[in-house]
């Protein structure tokens, strides 16, 4: 299905306009089946969303958190994408501890910490080895580099195909990631894109040929919605 792109005129805007999307789709999910799973994203582009979503009212108890990728420090790192998340939203809903699935970054080994949340994700779907959950909302940001979730460009993370969870490698610093396979069996995937600092990852992503290693958030294609929302200051279009 071809992207969606939507230019928002500042980061207000796009921030209005994603939260449109999440609510939707989450509130679509639940009528469907009574039940909604979003995987959020880190950085610093989806904390104001995080923190307007805080003041929605769902049904907290029918909505699960997961995280699309994490810096593999503790929960109570500075770093880290879960505690960024708790403290803009989650800590402040009532939504029941057990709902909220965090990767776990306590293990010595980053692989076996990526074992042991793939086995977390093909219970709590039910998911037989070999199949893809597809979860309702994934949000994505990119970097720079055009890295997505913690698929960073040119890392062995990009040609996992048979797994749901591997390790990514920023700089030599382990990650826990989705995997693009798992990313792209999503119902809606929404990528928040803001600054002009990612208008040549934008323009290579877009581009007709460019190299997916180079380039790893044009392995996102998935099978459902993708949504691209680009602040103007990105100075992109298509
Ligand atoms: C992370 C994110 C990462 C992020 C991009 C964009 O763990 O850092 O998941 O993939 O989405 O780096 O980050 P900004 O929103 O801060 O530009």
């Known amino acids: 299905m071809n992207p969606q792109i939507e230019?928002?005129?500042?980061?207000?805007?796009?921030?209005?306009?994603?939260l449109e999307l999440v609510v939707e789709n989450l509130h679509a999910a639940i009528a469907t089946r009574n039940i909604a799973t979003i995987a959020?994203?880190?950085?610093?582009t989806p904390k104001p969303l995080y923190?307007?979503?805080?003041?929605?009212?769902?049904?907290?108890?029918?909505l699960h958190i997961f995280w699309g990728d994490e810096r593999y420090v503790p929960a109570d790192h500075p770093d880290s994408n879960q505690r960024m998340a708790r403290l803009a939203w989650l800590d402040k809903v009532p939504i029941p501890p057990a709902n909220i699935h965090p990767m776990p970054?306590?293990?010595?080994?980053?692989?076996?910490?990526?074992?042991k949340h793939e086995a977390e994700l093909q219970t709590f779907f039910n998911?037989?080895?070999g199949e893809f959950p597809a979860f309702d909302v994934i949000l994505l940001g990119i970097g720079d580099?055009?890295?997505t979730a913690s698929l960073f460009p040119h890392t062995p993370a990009l040609q996992v195909r048979?797994?749901?969870i591997t390790v990514g490698d920023k700089d030599g610093n382990p990650r826990i990631t989705f995997t693009a396979p798992l990313i792209n069996a999503a119902q809606t995937?929404?990528?928040?894109?803001?600054?002009?600092?990612?208008?040549?990852a934008l323009t290579q992503i877009f581009a007709d040929q460019a190299d997916e290693n180079t380039y790893p958030a044009r392995l996102i294609k998935p099978q459902g919605e993708l949504w691209w929302l680009l602040e103007r200051s990105t100075n992109f279009s298509k």
């Open 7 to 18: 230019i928002l005129a500042d980061l207000n805007a796009l921030v209005d306009r994603a």
């Open 40 to 44: 959020l994203s880190g950085g610093s």
């Open 51 to 62: 923190e307007k979503l805080a003041q929605q009212n769902l049904p907290w108890d029918k």
């Open 105 to 115: 970054t306590d293990d010595a080994a980053p692989a076996i910490a990526a074992q």
């Open 127 to 129: 998911a037989k080895p």
């Open 145 to 147: 580099d055009a890295h």
């Open 162 to 164: 048979d797994r749901l």
């Open 189 to 200: 995937v929404i990528f928040m894109v803001a600054g002009a600092s990612k208008y040549n």
